[in-house]
């Protein structure tokens, strides 16, 4: 690792050792905290899983979450947007809680799930549409004024741009993309903006893993805001894969402050193939990954590991 | 062995699963301890020695 220079070790802990200890990450955190200090290539084990859905949420700023029991006492309506009770049980009771106190529950999903057993509504839409779907209820909010002025007034930014946006694509232009109809795009739009609190569970490790699934979050996102769901009991977003509520923080171990300037090669896959292939990255240490199954361009990873001046080390965790 | 160790890799260092060391997870709310439940086999060892 000396010999080749800092700025081509890269360290790739993927799924493996980044998912141990899941929550707290601290072994994760300790090797981005070696990377850190030493200043060697190291890239977040995120963007092979949820991390763009995430990038979208960010982009808009709702990235932190209610919880769930929150959601059970409080929250009026709820959107299962993607989130299936089968891969989030712990929810589950506090879901069952909502709606035996009287809560309306709304399953979007592509497919009958197991949450939709548990929903007043179920919407199917075509996979990978979830966009559109939202810049239709955000077209009938808007255009029927039934968004909360002063809320996007005191605390949204770009809201007339948003309107400007929204106004092409009408519940007839989703319906004819998402397949769900028209008039029932339009009811739940007017059923999210007039029941107060409304709470939309996003699934963390569904949409954001289809194509573009980043702009779909971004979409989502500002169904809140616009509603002025935010900041309240049973509002905003539920919990999330990879989320955090407010106050829920751990202490930082991985010193971002010590990392040296460097050559830094950023956190796009096809960017770290690209170093691979054209020999950045000399020395990589594999941390309970597969990277050929995790990786897009399966071939092209091949390609740049195969490459004869390799001295690479791999732990299976 | 996973295909990428297996097709590419020089060196190969046997770590511990979850379920061989002591961990720590976190959920929105609560802290877990995670117990040791299986003795490491072999030569493995644990990213953070417990």
Known sequence: ?317 | MNDTARRFADVVLPSTSWLEEVGCKSTNTHLYLMDQALEPPGETRPLIPS
């Open chain 1, 1 to 317: 690792m000396q010999a080749a220079g800092r700025e081509a070790v890269g360290l790739w802990a993927g799924h493996g050792l980044f998912a141990n200890n899941y929550g707290t990450r601290v072994g994760s955190h300790l090797l981005r905290r070696f990377a850190n200090v030493w200043g060697c290539q190291w890239w977040n084990p995120t963007m092979i899983c949820w991390g763009l859905g995430a990038f979208g949420l960010g982009l808009t700023g709702v990235l932190e979450t209610n919880t769930k029991e929150d959601m059970g006492e409080h929250a009026d309506l709820i959107l299962l947007w993607g989130a299936n009770l089968a891969s989030q049980p712990n929810t589950g009771r506090h879901l069952v809680a909502a709606r035996r106190r009287g809560a309306h529950i709304v399953a979007i999903d592509v497919r009958e799930t197991e949450a939709a057993a548990q929903a007043d509504e179920v919407i199917r839409i075509r996979p990978g549409t979830d966009a559109a779907l939202a810049l239709a209820m955000m077209h009938v909010i808007v255009a029927e004024g039934r968004h909360d002025a002063a809320f996007v007034a005191d605390h949204a930014l770009g809201f007339d741009a948003l309107a400007a946006h929204v106004r092409a694509h009408s519940p007839a232009w989703g319906e004819a993309v998402t397949g769900v109809p028209a008039e029932r795009i339009a009811a739940l739009a007017r059923r999210y903006a007039a029941t107060r609190p409304a709470m939309i569970v996003l699934g963390g490790s569904s949409m954001h893993k289809g194509a573009n699934g980043w702009q779909a979050a971004r979409a989502i996102a500002c169904l809140p805001a616009l509603t002025g769901n935010l900041g309240i009991p049973g509002g905003g977003f539920g919990p999330r894969h990879g989320s955090r509520a407010h106050g829920q923080d751990l202490t930082d171990i991985t010193a971002p402050e010590r990392r040296p300037p460097g050559r830094y090669i950023p956190n796009q896959m096809s960017r770290v193939t690209e170093a691979l292939v054209d020999g950045q990255v000399r020395v990589l240490l594999l941390f309970g990954t597969d990277m050929l199954s995790s990786f897009a361009d399966a071939g092209q990873v091949a390609a740049g590991l195969a490459r004869r001046t390799w001295s690479s080390a791999t732990t299976s965790s």
